[in-house]
């Protein structure tokens, strides 16, 4: 099959690679219809080189069709439409049955010191291929997968794997008082999802990013947007009657912008070979923590942050006198996507799409075109604020060129293809 496999810093090719086979009596294959490229997939394309092998499958916002199952897995049906957590969970275990499968038992990395396995995620989420490719085997498919109809596009369902549930998490985190504020830095999908999100759950939301575009999008569904400079945190209290938001959500994470001595140290750490690279980025590896110096000084007193945006970082600086003395409280983690399924599914399914689920990817294309959307992904090129790679669609199926217009064009997905028909 077709895969995107890593290569090393910002390289990533497509190759031919090996079909996913059963291993397990709870395994399932899946033929892959859809496979978005997440901002978490820059921090293996860029900071986290030191824990990814040459050849690496990635990829962890899949869906499709179920192909084969396990003797084992009885909820599951060849022919089903799924999506799949990019957390492989029991659904058994003391963690799982406590809501936290991010942390499930069963499938934690242990070698690593990590939470449960994660799909196309590096040495430290215990390298189980990833989805950006033409099939997926998915352990624990008797617990894991999520069952869609057979009606709408993929992208009305697709982000129930990650971005959405993720979003709905910090939210959930940021404890956010009946009728208050909450400011969401960064209109990456994570934060477009969180600033409608809160304002579906009838918060005022101040969303904040330096990029046009993605302010724009905000806009379009009523959220109030604010662009990033020096005097941020000034801006947000002076929205707020001079105390700050009640609470911030941080959907940025290790790669912020407007933190230059970090950044040297990430390519620093990234130019070590891999074992002592690994080793420093475990005992003192640093963030580019401006995003979350912003949310401390703009949060009021005795609010909430809520990190949503990935930090890696063991050695990072923290302002303890001012957490201390704001009395700020800080959630975070992974995301325990099945916990919130049943809270998304109704609003996903709601023909009236309340959180814009079909108003988030500027670009879907073949899987063939995943490095070049990597390139501008990170790069924040040609618009580009979530990109959807369809491998059964060859690039006859799509406009020639990727203008934002073009691509964003609805696509059928051929969703019939049983086991038989597979190469």
Not at 140 to 165: C, F, M, R
Not at 287 to 314: E, F, P
Request: charged share 20%; aromatic share 4%; hydrophobic share 40%.
């Amino acid at each position: 099959m077709k895969a995107l496999t890593w290569q090393g810093k910002r390289h990533v090719t497509v190759e031919e690679v090996a079909d996913p086979v059963i291993q397990a009596p709870t395994d399932a294959i899946i033929r892959i219809t859809s496979s978005a490229i997440c901002g978490s997939d820059l921090h293996l394309y860029e900071v986290l080189g030191p824990f990814m092998d040459k050849d690496d499958v990635l990829g962890h916002e899949p869906m499709g069709i179920v192909e084969e199952v396990g003797s084992e897995v009885t909820n599951l049906s060849v022919g089903d439409r799924v999506v799949i957590p990019f957390n492989i969970s029991c659904g058994k275990c003391w963690m799982c049955e406590r809501g936290l499968q991010s942390q499930c038992e069963t499938n934690q990395v242990r070698e690593q010191g990590s939470g449960t396995a994660l799909f196309g995620f590096s040495r430290l989420y215990g390298s189980v291929p990833g989805g950006q490719a033409e099939y997926l085997r998915v352990p624990n498919a008797d617990y894991g997968p999520i069952k869609v109809p057979h009606t709408g596009e993929d992208e009305q369902w697709l982000y129930l794997s990650d971005i959405l549930p993720t979003a709905w998490q910090g939210v959930q985190y940021a404890k956010v008082p009946e009728g208050g504020t909450l400011a969401v830095l960064g209109l990456g999908p994570v934060g477009q999802f969180a600033a409608r999100i809160g304002k579906h759950l009838g918060y005022r939301v101040l969303a904040v990013d330096p990029v046009p575009e993605r302010r724009l999008m905000a806009e379009r569904h009523g959220i109030e947007t604010l662009d990033q400079d020096a005097q941020l945190g000034d801006r947000l209290r002076l929205a707020t009657d001079g105390r700050g938001p009640d609470s911030v959500l941080d959907a940025v994470g290790m790669e912020a912008h407007g933190s230059p001595v970090a950044g040297v140290a990430h390519n620093v750490v990234g130019m070590l070979p891999d074992a002592l690279g690994r080793l420093m980025m475990k005992k003192g590896g640093v963030d580019r923590l401006n995003a979350l110096s912003t949310a401390i000084d703009a949060v009021r007193r005795g609010g909430t942050i809520s990190l949503s945006g990935v930090y890696g970082g063991m050695a990072d600086p923290l302002p303890m006198l001012t957490l201390f003395d704001k009395q700020i409280q800080l959630t975070m983690g992974q995301c325990n996507v099945k916990h919130w399924i049943d809270d998304l599914m109704p609003l996903v399914d709601d023909p009236s799409d309340p959180l814009g689920t079909l108003d988030l990817a500027t670009h879907k294309v073949p899987l063939d075109r995943a490095p070049e959307m990597y390139e501008k992904f990170q790069k924040k090129q040609d618009g580009c604020i979530k990109v959807v790679l369809k491998p059964n669609l060859n690039a006859a199926g799509l406009a020639a060129e990727s203008g934002i217009a073009q691509v964003n064009t609805p696509l059928s997905d051929d969703t019939g293809t049983t086991g038989a028909d597979r190469p």
